[in-house]
């Protein structure tokens, strides 16, 4: 069924782009030529000269396309395959060997609305499941989370749901494409979104006596026309991994170019909720929620083989001080994996804190290799436990409470 789905994509989907391209390119010559033709006639020479000048004075732009299409066949199988594996399976240090992702995923829930945007608490029930937010239609979506509330993890559900359907048969179904955003090389190009799908697909071409401003404005019609031909799902994860700010800035205006221009594929966007700010004609923002005790419940019993260990570990970690630690998919795998290898709580809560606020600053970047820059000098990872520990002391001994209310903050 890959090689099928792959052969129509071929067959189809290049044919379009060169179409486009080749019709692209034959009105920007017709265009030019008509300039040239213009300025030449202001000069009110005879109409021979007029012809003779603009003969001489331009160059056409030509295009050659080509494939080769084996090349393309094992690269685009060699995706999907490697797509296959990545959303099958989750695995961090703590745990011993790796979970299926459809034995352990839990659905989780958004908020309609970002939470940075909420004016009452009131709009914090306002929630849809993931899945229905992404789907319910086919605009295209940024997908914000704090560290560690689930977002790779549902993406490749997403993903391994997308390509299962894709295997029964259904004709209409899209297919998925993943760029990790953290991967892409920092070589300072103009079109890194584009030259990452290009050299998926093994897409070659050549644009003579065209000027670099020109090239985007010929081809990247052509590309969005074949990537709704095929269609996709194409998924960008980590806008916050990406390593440097004109990086960043070039991804941000292609994601833009992409949401404006797809008509029959979706482009799904995720980032952690701190770093993105912006405004997307086309695209709708949704924040992931925090577990409820629902999810809390139903995660243990997926995530433990035994259902009495599941039970002990809820009701072990209800009574301990760090029960609120277990709101976020992150922070309960993790405690969930010590437990099966331990088969009880660290006894010590600050053995545990420790644990948490590690993971959320600097551990699991650490065994994902991804190296942050810091916004702010100096403020690397040390020196947030450093002042998240000074906080927490001066609002505690301030305010002799453990529950602080954002407006504490401000």
């Excluded at 090349?71 to 011993?96: I, M, P, Q, T």
């Excluded at 977002?151 to 048969?169: E, F, N, R, V």
């Excluded at 993790?334 to 959320?360: D, Q, S």
């Excluded at 290799?369 to 020196?383: G, H, L, T």
Aim: hydrophobic share 40%; proline share 3%.
């Amino acid at each position: 069924m890959i090689d099928y789905i792959i052969e129509r994509l071929v067959d189809s989907g290049i044919s379009i782009f060169k179409d486009i391209l080749l019709a692209k390119v034959k009105q920007k010559n017709d265009e030019q030529l008509k300039s040239k033709i213009k300025a030449a006639e202001k000069k009110k020479l005879s109409p021979v000269d007029v012809q003779q000048i603009t003969l001489d004075d331009h160059e056409e732009i030509t295009c050659q396309v080509w494939i080769d299409k084996n090349e393309e066949f094992l690269s685009l199988r060699n995706h999907l395959a490697y797509l296959k594996d990545w959303a099958s399976f989750v695995g961090f240090s703590d745990l011993r060997g790796k979970k299926s992702v459809k034995d352990i995923y839990v659905e989780l829930d958004t908020f309609l609305i970002p939470l940075r945007r909420h004016f009452d608490n009131a709009e914090r029930v306002q929630k849809k499941s993931l899945t229905g937010a992404i789907f319910e239609n086919n605009s295209h979506k940024v997908i914000l989370g704090q560290p560690g509330a689930g977002k790779t993890t549902s993406l490749k559900k997403i993903c391994s749901a997308l390509l299962d359907q894709a295997m029964d048969g259904e004709s209409d179904q899209k297919i998925p494409f993943l760029v990790r955003l953290r991967d892409l090389p920092n070589n300072n190009g103009k079109e890194p979104l584009f030259t990452q799908l290009r050299a998926l697909i093994s897409l070659e071409f050549e644009l003579r006596n065209a000027k670099s401003s020109q090239i985007a404005e010929l081809v990247y019609p052509a590309l969005l026309s074949l990537l709704d031909e095929f269609p996709v799902v194409l998924i960008l994860d980590g806008f916050d991994e990406i390593a440097t700010g004109s990086l960043r800035d070039a991804v941000l205006k292609e994601f833009r170019m992409l949401c404006s221009g797809l008509k029959k594929s979706q482009v799904i966007l995720t980032c952690r909720s701190g770093e993105f700010n912006y405004h997307i004609d086309g695209a709708d923002v949704f924040e992931i929620a925090p577990l409820s005790e629902c999810q809390i419940r139903d995660f243990a019993y997926k995530w433990m083989a035994q259902s009495d260990q599941a039970s002990s570990f809820l009701d072990d970690i209800r009574t301990s001080p760090f029960a609120d630690t277990i709101i976020k998919p992150l922070s309960l795998a993790h405690l969930c994996a010590i437990y099966e290898r331990i088969g009880k709580i660290p006894e010590k809560p600050k053995t545990v804190y420790r644990k948490v606020i590690n993971l959320m600053l600097e551990e699991w970047d650490e065994q994902r290799s991804i190296r942050r820059n810091s916004r702010y000098a100096q403020f690397e990872s040390d020196r947030k436990a450093e002042f998240l520990s000074n906080l927490a002391y001066f609002l505690t001994t301030e305010s002799r409470t453990t529950v602080f209310s954002k407006e504490q903050f401000y």
